[in-house]
């Protein structure tokens, strides 16, 4: 059996295990997935003696994304760019890192929704670790313009600065919630306010009828920014499709196999 586990702390709430045991299930893999509860002082040990123990492969989940980027001996060009990472493999090459976050959040709206990002007008809100790692992906589809906007103005500017030159040229903009000006055909919330049942202060004008508003938080309850964006015509959408998605493309990296998702998520709403 190869071994896979999930590091966080905390980790009890995880539903990376349901998740990866339905996709191993389904694609016949023989594997076994747990829980870790790293120590938030010894993030590396643990990796360390996971490795030892015949580990083939791990997901990082907060708050280690960052210390699983500088642990990774090797990087995947998306994790290099998201600047963090949350899936390793573990290999004769020694620990690589991979990002496969912003791939599971373009899978999750194009597939799932069914809403194409080419030549549409996105917004991210938030430039923390989740929205860096939306970037690449977003701009991989050809958006008419990706607008990043931050409580920090200076952490959206900064985004812009690096990914202008990765196909973003012309495309990519940054700006505080106020600044915000337009319409969007998507509308992504990737700032943490979720955790706290903040939201963000963006004018409801960057709304219309039939709007993607996806939120990267999920919970039993539609968040305030899903219920804002749904009383202004959106089409309101939870962070479940981009977890299960992310966990799609690890399991890809890992096993050589593309899971099928619809099932998985239908079973955990
Ligand atoms: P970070 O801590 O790296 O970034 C937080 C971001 O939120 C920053 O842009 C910060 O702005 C902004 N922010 C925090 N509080 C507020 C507030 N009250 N009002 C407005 N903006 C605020 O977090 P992550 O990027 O790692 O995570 C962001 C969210 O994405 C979380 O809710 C997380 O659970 C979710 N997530 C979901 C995933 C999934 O698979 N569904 C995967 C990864 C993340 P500033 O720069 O000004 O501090």
């Known amino acids: 059996m190869d071994k896979y586990c999930v590091f966080g702390n905390p980790i009890a ?14 694609t ?56 963090a990472v949350n899936t390793l493999l573990f290999d004769e090459h020694g620990i690589t890192g991979d990002n496969t976050d912003g791939a599971g959040l373009v899978a999750d709206i194009t597939a799932n929704a069914g809403v194409p990002i080419a030549g549409k007008r996105v917004l991210l809100l938030g430039a923390g670790g989740a929205a860096r790692g939306a ?25 812009v600065q690096q990914f202008a030159p990765l196909g973003g040229e012309g495309v990519v903009s940054a700006c505080g919630f106020a600044g915000i000006d337009g319409r969007f055909d998507i509308v992504i919330n990737a700032t943490s306010a979720s ?30 920014f899903m219920q804002f964006a749904a009383a202004h015509g959106a089409i309101v959408r939870d962070g479940l499709g981009m977890l299960v998605e992310q966990a799609a493309e690890a399991f890809h990296g890992w096993r050589g196999v593309r899971p099928a998702t619809a099932e998985v998520l239908a079973k955990l709403r």
């Open 28 to 83: 016949g893999q023989q594997l076994t997935y747990e829980k870790r509860l790293a120590p938030l002082d010894a993030f590396a040990q643990a990796v360390q003696a996971f490795i030892a123990e015949g580990g083939r492969g791990a997901n990082v989940t907060v708050p280690f994304k960052l210390e699983a980027y500088r642990l990774a001996n090797a990087l995947t060009v998306r994790a290099q760019a998201a600047g």
């Open 135 to 159: 970037v690449l992906p977003i701009l991989e589809h050809r958006p008419a313009a990706l607008v990043i906007a931050n409580r920090t103005v200076a952490t959206a500017e900064a985004l």
């Open 195 to 224: 955790l706290q049942a903040d939201l963000p202060p963006i004018p409801a004008s960057v709304f219309r009828e039939g709007t993607l508003a996806l939120d990267m938080m999920y919970g039993k309850e539609p968040t305030v």
């Open 13 to 26: 709430h995880s539903k990376s295990p349901d998740i990866h045991a339905a996709f191993a299930a389904a």
